[in-house]
């Protein structure tokens, strides 16, 4: 089957692709309509993501290889080099997840960009931005993966800069492309290190070189390697850009760039880590797993403190980049000290997370884009009400917050599951410091769920429930319907993946067979309709959780409405007899997150500023009371508000070579010239 | 532990209900379904409507321990939505016509009312002050009058339980 | 087949049972303050009524609100099922362990959070904001505590972790399970809205957690809002008797034996009881803003247990 299947298909498949990208961006150029272009970009996304998913598919499934070499272009660097492992696969299939819904939407969610912004270059850049991040995870040497990954940040700088007159969209767009070619340096400067001498730099290449290295050499790359894919990540103290970007690009644009982009930094760790580089030491899993842990805390922690509706949303992303980093550390640490079965476990865990991720997150920013659709407003204490306004977008955002929640019996509760059971063994390793480290983290873990509950209890209760806070929530309007469909379809994905939890994860086992050192046969990592972990050390049945819930309620229902009384009758609001209700009444969203933020303020260290006019004929009488709190992210404090005024010092001395003066310039040549003429009779001498 | 040892030095000193002079009469014809439904767990909600706190004093007395109301399954509970019962005090105030209205509409059926005191009845002292809209059976309808200024909590019980028709003792 | 139908009558018993528990707590407060109180089967009566009663809605609340009891009783029914009672081992242990249990609770309690802000009174959302602080706070604790007991147990599994105790009674008094005892404990008076944390009889409102979320609810929405507290308090009681304490938990699915599991869980459950009215009416509530000092010693507490876990392998 395999053999039949390749490689012909693979490649006509991988050419749809390509040709639907391209045309989708084409079309979106030369349309001539906004409407036209729309349907285009939208159809050429929607085409090469779902020939993206096929071809993800066909390798992850049947194991159809498929390698293409194009040595003519570029040929300097090595040529166009794109094969599809199944580590490759399983990310273009998480392309495609988070693409198709994300297209989808595009068309009704873009109509209100007509005139105000140009359609064209956002559909271009669009499918240029899913062509190039498809081919980041196919490219097979150092060459293409620069060029892709570089084309991938250029192209979603773009897109966060469609809204170009927003207050704080350059300020997004310059964080963003400041940090994403941070990364860049990082992660050119670790693949130069393994680039063997000679003229090839295929994957296959590096590999051998690797072999060479000494372990100090490959510790640095390695390094080199996790702050720069990290900073694409989010991990955190890297991520900075991430709550910046996200609320500043369209909705769509968020949903893929959260929910797809930045696993493209956990696939270039896990490129490095499990492939290129091979077993390494055990400190690598540490120094993962404690990146994790504080970017899951620090990110919930400062989730939970937003009031604006998206960059709630991408400080959670920074969080669960964080869970998932604490799984490949936790896999990469068990590797390393030879426990292949929990290694295993523990990266399937992490793989399965991402995937959930991009399901539930992916939905909450499509939700989170209807809401600002229909409202015009993100921040959640200007909304309310939309519960009964828009019903199919709250129903969706409800599942997709239940689901980041960790709830059963949706994916994000099995994913933190089996996240907390593949740390658990390690807890009574033998190994000096894991026992520690892995309590700690499972600490964390633990304290993040909860947090994480709260945060979007908060995000759909204050949202969507009572009653509106401002005129645009109380004229909010129910979605169109390609956007309800998108959601809607990411909502069914939540609940498949959960319960389908029993076929996904034992099939990322093996896939992860064959690499860093895990040859070993995989524990059967699902009986029946279980979960059932390596040693017996425990096991669940998300479908069983799933229908025994359902029944439960089932029940329930049906027992009351037989047996109790059936009367209803409609009333206000108890308010202890007060005449009257409004919406000043409710709670808000910083009044919600009020009594953790006094909890962690030693971390918040949020600065309160209260200024009170009173009547200049007398003070004990009040005119107006004004209170402003704010809450400066920790690294921004201590980190880059330092940084950016040293760089700026530094600027600043540096302007004095410009200095203006022609004859100054002239010295500057001159001098120049002879310390070249001084090192060349140097070296020749 | 001295809490302890004083506990069980005290023991129960709840006293008996006796019976006591008339003071509770009847407003209005009881259903005896709802007397039946509610009769071994009523949940009962105080109303303030503008009294000066003599009668309340009372009634905080009857989730003490020497009248304990809860030996009846009678107890008190913070919401209208979950009571059975509205315990009225005051001289209806204009201040408080409409809440102990809205009170009352907030109450799920099916639902009794006391009223406690003189002022409840005949707007006691106050009759005729501009700041009172009315006794309380001008606002909500009561079922049980509990005269006083103020009444005993035993006095107080005894009208509860004469409104589920537990009293007198059978 | 015997062991399914014994899962299921015991999980149906558990069901009815819970509020005779809360019963008896109560009547235990009441004759520690000298005074006769209501019987213990007193909650029966209450829910008997409240079922009879009308159901009276905000014109704000949405359908949350009105589907918010079914899956608050339903998931706390699901954790009642996945509590072993009488017998180990369960064929429901394969559905789901510890965890799930402990995640099952937290679906409950996001719901009554999210019905607590749906009729958009200050109350609900005040009620809503602390309790999901209180239970995100406790959370690490409790993932520690299970991982205590799952360290010398082998297993999350609950089955496995009560069949480990009972085939080795000495890890029932080592440090690790005492301090996840302790630990758990505290856990227990902050999930279930107990003194120090919550006072469960308050009427003013800023002292409320709990049950400022359930102000707005009547009639049979009430009740199986308050029979779902129940049984919650059911499930903790079972937690601390049934896996610290394992003793007179049937091996074997016996008539003899499952006799002794019931009178002991019967007798553990008084215990406990007494225990909690006792502790209540000891302690005085504490601040809001005190807890999360308490829910920080019980953290400390976990992690010695883990640690001891650790070393005592």
Not at chain 2, 109 to 126: M, Q
Not at chain 2, 150 to 163: F, K, S, V, W, Y
Request: hydrophobic share 55%; net charge neutral.
């Amino acid at each position: 089957m395999a053999a039949a299947l390749s490689p012909n298909l693979t490649s006509a498949v991988f050419l749809v692709m390509v040709a639907g990208y391209l045309l989708g961006a084409v079309g979106s150029l030369a349309a001539a309509s906004p409407a036209v272009t729309r349907s285009l970009t939208a159809a050429g996304a929607l085409v090469g993501a779902a020939a993206g998913l096929g071809l993800a598919g066909m390798v992850l499934v049947v194991g159809a290889p498929f390698a293409v070499t194009v040595p003519e272009l570029l040929s300097p660097g090595g040529g166009l080099a794109l094969r599809l492992d199944a580590l490759g696969a399983f990310f273009l299939l998480l392309i495609g997840v988070g693409a198709l819904p994300a297209a989808l939407y595009g068309v009704g969610y873009t109509r209100a960009y007509a005139g105000r912004y140009s359609l064209r270059w956002l559909g271009a850049m669009l499918n240029l931005f899913l062509l190039t991040m498809s081919l980041v995870v196919l490219a097979d040497n150092v060459l293409t993966f620069l060029l892709m990954w570089e084309a991938m940040s250029l192209t979603s700088y773009f897109l966060v800069m469609t809204e170009h007159d927003g207050a704080d969209t350059a300020a997004a767009g310059g964080w963003y492309l400041a940090m994403t070619h941070a990364g860049l340096a990082l992660i050119l400067t670790a693949l130069v290190m393994l680039i063997p001498p000679g003229p090839g730099s295929t994957f296959a290449e590096l590999r051998l070189t690797v072999a060479t290295l000494s372990p100090t050499t490959r510790s640095v790359v390695f390094t080199l390697a996790v702050l720069g894919f990290g900073s694409k990540a989010g991990l955190v103290p890297l991520h900075v850009w991430l709550p910046r970007a996200h609320p500043a690009a369209p909705s769509h644009v968020s949903a893929l760039m959260s929910g797809v982009m930045v696993k493209l930094g956990v696939y270039g760790v896990l490129r490095f880590a499990l492939d290129l580089l091979g077993e390494g030491p055990v400190w690598w899993g540490g120094l993962l797993i404690a990146l994790g842990a504080a970017s899951a805390l620090l990110g919930v922690l400062y989730a939970l403190m937003e009031d604006d509706l998206k960059r709630l949303l991408a400080y959670s992303t920074v969080e669960n980049v964080g869970l998932v980093f604490i799984g490949v550390g936790a896999g990469l640490l068990f590797a390393a000290l030879d426990h292949e079965a929990s290694a295993v476990l523990a990266l399937a865990a992490a793989l399965y997370h991402a995937l959930n991720h991009t399901a539930f997150k992916s939905l909450l920013f499509l939700g989170a884009g209807a809401v600002l659709h229909a409202t015009g407003n993100r921040n959640l204490n200007e909304l309310g009400g939309l519960i009964q306004r828009m019903p199919w977008t709250a129903a969706c955002f409800l599942v997709g917050a239940l689901a980041i929640g960790g709830l059963p019996p949706l994916n994000g509760f099995v994913s933190e599951w089996l996240l907390f059971q593949s740390l658990l063994p390690a807890i009574a390793s033998s190994a000096p410091l894991v026992p520690p480290l892995m309590t700690l983290a499972v600490g964390a873990l633990a304290l993040t769920a909860g947090l994480a509950a709260a945060s979007f209890v908060k995000a759909f209760g204050i949202g969507f429930l009572a009653l509106p806070r401002s005129a645009g929530a109380a004229a909010a309007h129910e979605a169109p319907a390609s956007m309800r469909v998108a959601m809607t379809a990411l909502a069914g994905l939540c609940a498949l993946f959960g319960v389908g939890a029993v076929v996904i994860v034992p099939r990322l086992a093996e896939m992860l067979r064959g690499y860093d050192g895990l040859t070993g046969q995989p524990a059967p990592l699902a009986e029946g309709l279980s979960l059932a972990l390596p040693g017996a050390f425990g096991g669940m049945s998300p479908p069983l959780v799933a229908m025994g819930l359902v029944l439960a309620v089932a029940g329930v229902w049906l027992a009351v409405r037989l047996g109790g009384d059936r009367r209803l009758r409609r009333g206000d609001t108890w308010g202890c007899g007060r005449i009257g209700q409004t919406a000043r009444m409710e709670y808000t969203s910083t009044a919600y997150a009020e009594p953790l933020r006094r909890v962690f303020a030693e971390l918040y260290r949020p600065t309160e500023d209260l200024t009170v006019d009173v009547h200049p004929e007398s003070r004990y009488f009040v005119q107006s009371i004004a209170y402003r709190s704010e809450i400066l992210p920790w690294f921004e404090r201590y980190l880059y508000t330092p940084l950016l005024r040293g760089v700026d010092a530094w600027a600043a001395r540096a302007q004095a070579i410009q200095s203006g003066s022609a004859h100054r310039y002239l010295a500057y040549l001159v001098i120049a010239l002879l310390a070249l003429l001084a090192i060349t009779l140097a070296r020749s001498g | 532990m001295l809490l302890f040892s004083k506990i069980l030095r005290t023991g129960i000193v709840t006293e008996p209900l006796e019976t006591g002079e008339t003071v509770v009469t009847l407003g209005r014809q009881l259903d005896t379904r709802v007397q039946r439904l509610l009769g071994r767990a009523l949940a009962v909600r105080e109303v303030d409507a503008g009294s000066c706190n003599g009668c309340e004093l009372e009634i905080s007395g009857l989730t003490g321990p020497v009248y304990d109301s809860e030996r009846f399954g009678i107890h008190f509970v913070a919401s209208p939505r979950h009571a059975d019962l509205l315990l009225v005090t005051g001289p209806v105030t204009r201040n408080m016509a409409v809440p102990l209205r809205k009170t009352w509409e907030a109450t799920p059926d099916p639902k009794l009312v006391v009223a406690v005191g003189d002022c409840a009845r005949t707007c006691g002292v106050f009759r005729g002050s501009y700041a009172v809209a009315g006794s309380v059976d001008t606002i909500v309808p009561v079922d049980v009058f509990v005269d006083g200024c103020p009444p005993e909590p035993a006095d107080i019980l005894r009208g509860l339980l004469t409104a589920l028709d537990r009293w007198p003792r059978r | 087949m015997v062991a399914w139908a014994v899962d299921a009558v015991q999980g149906l018993v558990a069901l009815v049972l819970a509020p005779g528990v809360v019963g008896l707590v109560r009547w235990l407060k009441a004759r520690l303050q000298s005074r006769r109180g209501a019987p213990p089967w007193q909650p029966y009566r209450e829910l008997r009524k409240l079922f009879a009663k009308e159901v009276v809605v905000s014109t704000n609340a949405s359908w949350l609100f009105r589907i918010a009891p079914y899956v608050v009783f339903a998931s706390t029914t699901a954790a009642t099922f996945l509590v072993p009672f009488l017998a180990v081992p369960r064929p429901l242990d394969a559905v789901g362990d510890l965890l799930v249990l402990v995640y099952l609770l937290l679906l409950a309690t996001v719901f009554l959070a999210l019905a607590g802000l749906d009729p958009g009174s200050a109350f609900g959302g005040m009620g809503s904001s602390r309790e999901m602080t209180v239970a995100a706070l406790a959370e690490p604790t409790i993932a520690l505590a299970i991982f205590a007991l799952a360290l010398s147990a082998g297993s999350t599994n609950l089955g496995q972790i009560v069949a480990r105790t009972l085939a080795d009674p000495a890890t029932a008094l080592s440090p690790g399970h005492l301090l996840a005892f302790a630990a758990l404990f505290v856990v227990m008076l902050a999930e279930n809205g107990r003194l120090p944390v919550d006072n469960p009889a308050t009427h003013l409102e800023l002292t409320m957690i709990h049950e400022a979320m359930v102000l707005e609810y009547s009639g049979r929405y009430l009740a199986l809002v308050e029979w779902a507290a129940a049984l919650k308090l059911l499930v903790f009681f079972s937690l601390l008797g049934n896996l610290f304490v394992p003793w007179g938990v049937a091996v074997a699915l016996t008539p003899g034996a499952l006799a002794v599991a019931a009178g002991s869980v019967v007798v553990k459950f008084v215990l406990l009881a007494v225990g909690i009215a006792v502790f209540e009416t000891r302690v005085a509530k504490l601040r809001l803003f005190r807890v999360p000092e308490l829910l920080s010693v019980s953290f400390v507490l976990a992690l010695l247990a883990v640690t001891s876990s650790f070393l005592a392998r």
